[in-house]
């Protein structure tokens, strides 16, 4: 069986309009849809911890966190303990 690498480099505003505004949401339909088991990588432009962001991505942190749920994933950086 073979594997999927999904390479992204994610908008850092996924929230806002136009193309960008269903990003999480379609990759999670992607992911979804494979007959494979994957991994992405790359770019995501948001974090799972608020602690790692001086202000703001609230709502990339949210979709971002929505997606993991939807996909049944795993945010390997949330693993490393010293992250910041």
């Not at 703001?56 to 749920?69: H, V």
């Amino acid at each position: 069986m073979g594997h999927r690498i999904i390479g992204a480099y994610a908008p850092w505003n996924p929230g806002g309009t136009g193309d960008v505004c269903h990003f999480w949401t379609d990759i999670a339909q992607l992911c979804l849809s494979s007959p494979m088991p994957w991994t992405m990588a790359e770019d995501f432009n948001v974090t799972v911890s608020s602690l790692e962001r001086s202000n703001g991505g609230g709502d990339a942190r949210e979709q971002y966190k929505y997606f993991l749920q939807t996909v049944d994933g795993h945010d390997l950086w949330s693993d490393n303990d010293g992250r910041s």
